[in-house]
């Protein structure tokens, strides 16, 4: 009778059977991969977490997961743009730099940091100050996030300040406004591998790109 009620159901209503369908398989059910990969509580909390509540960057999943996989002990990384992805990069490697513009949340995010971030306020600019913080620490870095301002020439000053096996990640690669720095990466000999999916609350299709060179730390 069930069977028989389902498909007249189907029939008749098609998109209503469909969407029905779809909530079963990804809502109601536990083990489906908005459930695993914690989109669904992210979603409930407001904020991007794991499926066990642990706070993630807001990247899409599959990149988090080559992130989980790659990052080492040794690295320094420096972040263009601070946030929830801090705390996640800070546990997997030996040093954070990073810079926010937004005075409010630097104020909000500097007092739930452990000790191996350094975090960094300026102001946000266009060819300024801002992309130029990498480059004022002195430092060279093993990886490095793009994930804020002025991403284009943020690239661009990164380039300077890599260690010989440093990356560059650029969130949100999709967008058409940061063609120019990738383009402007790989004419300095960088090669380009994008990782696409599903980000923590989000809907779409997100993707990140890592732009690296022969040799690197992420051994691609």
């Known amino acids: 009778m069930k069977s028989i009620v389902s498909s007249v159901v189907s029939t008749a209503f098609p998109q209503c ?10 809502i109601k059910n536990e083990n489906s991969y908005l459930h695993s990969s ?6 409930k909390e407001g904020k991007p ?42 546990r997997l490697v030996n040093r954070v730099t990073s810079v926010e513009y937004d005075a409010s949340w630097f104020r909000l ?25 990498i480059r004022s620490t002195g430092n060279k870095y093993d990886v490095v996030v ?9 690239i661009k000053q990164a380039i300077g300040a890599l260690t010989d096996r440093g990356v560059i990640l650029l969130d949100d690669s999709q967008r058409d ?18 990782l696409e999916g599903l980000k923590p609350t989000g809907s779409g299709m997100d993707r990140t790109t890592i732009l690296y060179r022969h040799d690197n730390c992420f051994g691609l």
């Open 49 to 90: 977490v794991d499926n066990a509540g642990n706070v993630i960057p807001w990247m899409n999943y599959p990149v988090l997961e080559f992130l989980a996989n790659r990052l080492e002990k040794d690295f320094h990384l420096f972040e263009f743009g601070s946030g929830y992805s801090t705390g996640f990069y800070a």
């Open 17 to 26: 059977h469909l969407y029905f369908k779809a909530f079963k398989l990804l």
């Open 177 to 194: 406004e940061y063609r120019e720095g990738i383009l402007h990466a790989k004419q300095m000999g960088f090669r380009d591998l994008s």
């Open 38 to 43: 914690g989109w669904m509580r992210s979603l």
């Open 146 to 154: 793009v994930d804020g301002r002025d991403r284009v020439n943020c």
């Open 109 to 133: 995010v500097k007092d739930t940091l452990p000790e191996n971030v350094a975090l960094i306020y300026k102001e946000k600019d266009v060819d300024g100050e801002y992309c130029r913080v």
